[in-house]
C-alpha cells in the first residue's frame, strides 16, 4: 500500500462525500487525527479498518490498497449513478445503471433527476436490531402518493413499490450508508442519505 496514494485517495473520497475528518472518524470509530494522517500520507489505515472505509466510501478494498481507481471501475458498477424513469400513463419504474433511451407507452422518457428532500419529507428510518424500519406519513391519496422507494448503494439497489391508500412502510436489511430514493406523484424524485454510526 502507498500510503501517499491512498491517503490522497482517502481525502477525495472523504470530500466528495461531504464529510469533515471527524465524521468519517466516527463512521469507523477511529479519532479524526488517524483520518487526518492518513490523508497527509502519515501512515496507513489498519487492515480491520479498510472494509468499513470500502463500505462508507462505496468501493472495494483493492481500490483502497492500490490508491486509484481502475477507469473501469468508475465507469461501471456504481450503482450510485443508477437512474430512474416513470411512465405517466402507466406507472411503469424503469432502471437504468448507465445512459439509455427509455420509451414507455409510445412516449420516450426522461431520467428523473433526484433532489434532496426537506427536513419534513424525510422517510423515517428507525434501527429495530438488524434491519432498518423505513416509514413516511405521507397521505397516500389517488392523486398524490409515494409510487416507489429505492435504497440505492454503490452496489446494489433494491426496489419497493408502493400504492395510493397503503402506508409507507418495509423493513431493509441494516446496512452502514447508501440512500433512499423515493418517487412522489406530486414532488417528483426525492432522496435522503442513509448513515449508520
Not at 480491520?48 to 461501471?76: C, Q
Not at 423515517?124 to 438488524?130: A, L, S
Request: net charge negative.
Amino acid at each position: 500500500m502507498d500510503q501517499v496514494r491512498t491517503g490522497e485517495l482517502i481525502r477525495r473520497f472523504r470530500t466528495e462525500l461531504g464529510l469533515t475528518q471527524k465524521q468519517l472518524a466516527e463512521l469507523i470509530s477511529v479519532s479524526d487525527k488517524a483520518v487526518s494522517k492518513w490523508e497527509c500520507g502519515n501512515g496507513c489505515p489498519d487492515i480491520s479498518l479498510l472494509s468499513a472505509l470500502a463500505e462508507v466510501f462505496g468501493t472495494n478494498i483493492s481500490v483502497l490498497l492500490s490508491g486509484e481507481i481502475n477507469k473501469n471501475e468508475s465507469e461501471n458498477g456504481d450503482m450510485k449513478k443508477i437512474k430512474f424513469y416513470v411512465c405517466g400513463k402507466c406507472g411503469n419504474i424503469i432502471t437504468s445503471a448507465s445512459g439509455a433511451e427509455i420509451t414507455c407507452c409510445g412516449n420516450r422518457l426522461s431520467a428523473l433527476e433526484a433532489e434532496k428532500a426537506d427536513e419534513n419529507e424525510m422517510l423515517r428510518v428507525e434501527d429495530t436490531g438488524g434491519e432498518l424500519f423505513v416509514s413516511s406519513d405521507h397521505v397516500m391519496t389517488k392523486e398524490d402518493y409515494i409510487s416507489f422507494v429505492a435504497y440505492v448503494s454503490d452496489s446494489c439497489v433494491m426496489l419497493f413499490r408502493q400504492y395510493p391508500e397503503w402506508n409507507v412502510q418495509f423493513n431493509l436489511p441494516l446496512f452502514r450508508s447508501g440512500k433512499l430514493v423515493w418517487y412522489c406523484t406530486k414532488r417528483g424524485l426525492l432522496y435522503q442519505d442513509i448513515r449508520r454510526h
